[in-house]
């Protein structure tokens, strides 16, 4: 279930994933309408408007056209949204962890070429800049093709944000993630190695893949492959970093994982570099294929930073009512989410 609520007023809105939900402190709400997407809307006790829905993945398709209003109900017009604003994922169990996409792209909008050496396409600067943000996550997550294509270590570089870490108590650098449809990841990839017993690492496999990938795994250290679901599900991946108190997700690509945690509306912020050339090659993958996503020329994010960092621009982007709460947004006219027309 999707919650959130207006402090002031203490309005609620809930979004559940099923036909009916159990909402604290209203009465039990049921769902009308399923099949018939726009006639689903319910309220339920003083101050909340609720929304059933039979599945996830409808939920996921109405959200452009019935989230929007629903929160306009909640927030007053032009009312930014407060900090203490939650998301909670999947039967209120746990909150899901604050997701942030990073990804730097050609002009053209092409996140590699098709050759077998690595494309830079950022700089000094900016790596750093990224280690910095790795250094802020609890976890790190990349698919399993860029597992494989670039064999990346996922560790903070900095032996000073490495002690920085250290001294708040954490690993010296987040847990690595990665999904695999097919279990085909090698132990012995940097993935795996890099960082040894000290970083965790979990790989979120869908079903019939699990006893294959185990099996494949069992040496690798301190690794753990988690049953995701067949087919595999990002909320069912959210929700188990959660209970395993991740609480900020960094996630670096490519292609497929950045188009679907933006179309299924999982996304709290977007850091997009932008390296001044073109790669031109229709072969090559994109930041994002082709998806129904919520934002769209009626619905546009909020660019909360544009930051030059040597010869990339920097542009971050706030996605969700919870980013929108809590980061400070430079650009004095952008609107909030839920005042999208
Ligand atoms: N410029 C950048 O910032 C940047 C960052 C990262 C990557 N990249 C580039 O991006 C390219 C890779 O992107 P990509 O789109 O091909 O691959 P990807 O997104 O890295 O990984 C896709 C793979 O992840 C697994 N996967 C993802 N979603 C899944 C789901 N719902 N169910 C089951 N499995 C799922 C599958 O693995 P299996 O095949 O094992 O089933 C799938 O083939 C590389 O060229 C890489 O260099 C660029």
Not at 183 to 199: M, R
Request: proline residues 6%; contains cysteine; negative net charge.
């Amino acid at each position: 279930m999707y919650q959130t609520s207006d402090p002031a007023t203490d309005d609620a809105l809930f979004i559940a994933n099923g036909h009916s939900a159990e909402v604290a402190g209203a009465s039990r709400v049921t769902g009308h309408g399923s099949g018939n997407e726009e006639s689903g809307a319910v309220g339920s006790g003083r101050g909340t408007v609720g929304f059933c829905c039979p599945t996830m993945k409808t939920l996921t398709a109405w959200t452009p056209s019935v989230l929007s209003p629903l929160l306009e109900c909640c927030w007053r017009p032009g009312s930014r949204p407060s900090a203490t604003i939650r998301w909670i994922t999947m039967s209120g169990a746990s909150e899901r962890p604050y997701v942030l996409l990073s990804c730097a792209m050609s002009v053209d909008g092409y996140i590699n070429d098709t050759s077998s050496d690595r494309l830079l396409l950022s700089n000094d600067d900016d790596f750093d800049r990224v280690d910095g943000q790795r250094a802020l996550a609890d976890a790190v997550l990349v698919g399993a093709t860029t597992f494989r294509n670039d064999n990346p270590r996922l560790l903070v570089r900095s032996t000073d944000r490495r002690a920085d870490r250290q001294q708040r108590g954490l690993p010296v650098s987040p847990v690595k993630v990665t999904i695999t449809g097919s279990g085909n990841l090698d132990p012995q990839a940097s993935f795996f190695t890099a960082g040894g017993t000290d970083v965790a690492k979990l790989v979120y496999c869908a079903s019939p893949a699990v006893r294959a990938a185990q099996d494949r795994l069992s040496m690798a250290p301190s690794t753990s492959v988690i049953d995701a679901s067949s087919p595999l599900d990002l909320v069912t991946v959210l929700t188990d970093l959660a209970a395993r108190g991740i609480r900020r997700l960094m996630v670096e690509g490519g292609q497929h994982i950045h188009t679907q945690f933006l179309a299924a509306g999982l996304a709290d912020e977007l850091q997009l570099v932008i390296a001044p050339f073109f790669v031109g090659d229709a072969g090559a993958p994109r930041f994002v294929g082709a998806a129904a996503f919520l934002w769209d020329s009626g619905h546009r994010m909020t660019l909360a930073e544009p930051r030059q960092i040597g010869d990339v621009a920097l542009l971050r982007y706030l996605l969700t009512p919870r980013a929108l709460g809590e980061q400070p947004v430079a650009q004095a006219d952008s609107e909030p989410i839920s005042a999208r027309d």
